[in-house]
C-alpha cells in the first residue's frame, strides 16, 4: 500500500491567493483527517470526516478555510483567501480505528 | 488545561542507553488511549505505540514501550538501546471521545513534543 498521498508537497504562493491541498486516504480507512503543524502551536486538529461526512469542524481556524471529502479515496483543504499566518505543515491522516497513519504533509508557504 | 503535557523540550542520550520521554494526560473519560509518535526531521509522521486505558499490560512494540500508570496519568515512553536514528521529535496524544453531538466519534489530541537527540 502507498499510504496516504498528500499533494503538493510544497506549495508557495502570495497573500490573498487561493490553496487547494489534496489527500488521499489509504483504502479501506473510514476516517480522514487534516491537520495544521506549527512551532508555535503545534500540531492541530482542523476537521475530520467519518465515511465522508464531516464529523468536526471546530479546529477549522475561520471561514477562509474549508475542506471536502467527495468520496472515500479524496479530500481537499481549501484556504481561500490565503493569508501569511497560514503558513504551516498541513497533514492528512486516515485511519481504520484507532491509529492514525500521516501523510507526508504538505508544507505551504503564503507570502 | 492541556490535555496533554510532554514537559521536556529535549532529551540528549548517548548511544545504546535507555531514555524515558514524559508525558502526563488529562481525561475525564473511562474509556481512552494513548499513543505516541515519531517525526524525524523529514517531516512524516510515524505511529510508534498504542495503550488502551483497559489494558492490564503494558504495550510493547520492540525497543519501544509504554510505561502506563493510570492512576498518575502518565504514559511514559521508553526507548531502550538507543540508535542515532532515534534522533526525532516525539509525540504524545490521546485519543477520547469528541463532544456527545458528534455521535461519540472520538478525535486525537497531541503534546507539544519532545526532541530526543541521539549521540555516539
Known amino acids: 500500500d502507498a499510504g496516504v498521498i498528500q499533494s503538493p508537497r510544497h506549495e508557495v504562493t502570495e497573500m490573498g491567493q487561493e490553496v487547494t491541498l489534496r489527500c488521499k486516504p489509504i483504502s479501506g480507512h473510514n476516517s480522514l483527517f487534516w491537520y495544521r503543524q506549527t512551532m508555535m502551536r503545534g500540531l492541530e486538529l482542523l476537521i475530520y470526516?467519518?465515511?465522508?461526512?464531516?464529523?468536526?469542524d471546530s479546529g477549522m481556524p475561520e471561514d477562509r478555510f474549508s475542506a471536502k471529502m467527495p468520496n472515500a479515496s479524496f479530500s481537499t483543504l481549501k484556504i481561500q483567501p490565503s493569508e501569511p499566518r497560514d503558513s504551516a505543515v498541513y497533514f492528512c491522516a486516515s485511519s481504520p480505528s484507532s491509529e492514525q497513519f500521516f501523510g507526508p504533509g504538505t508544507r505551504l508557504t503564503v507570502l | 488545561a492541556q490535555k496533554i503535557t510532554q514537559t521536556q523540550p529535549g532529551m540528549f542520550v548517548q548511544e545504546k542507553e535507555a531514555v524515558t520521554l514524559d508525558c502526563t494526560y488529562d481525561t475525564s473519560d473511562q474509556s481512552y488511549g494513548l499513543f505516541w509518535y515519531k517525526q524525524p526531521s523529514s517531516g512524516e509522521m510515524i505511529f510508534l505505540i498504542y495503550q488502551g486505558s483497559y489494558d492490564e499490560q503494558n504495550a510493547t512494540e520492540g525497543r519501544y514501550s509504554l510505561n502506563f500508570q493510570k492512576a498518575r496519568k502518565s504514559a511514559n515512553l521508553v526507548i531502550s538501546a538507543s540508535q542515532l536514528g532515534d534522533s526525532a521529535m516525539y509525540f504524545c496524544a490521546m485519543r477520547e471521545r469528541s463532544n456527545p453531538r458528534n455521535s461519540g466519534y472520538s478525535t486525537l489530541t497531541f503534546g507539544k513534543g519532545t526532541m530526543l537527540l541521539v549521540s555516539p
Open positions: 470526516f467519518n465515511n465522508n461526512v464531516p464529523i468536526d
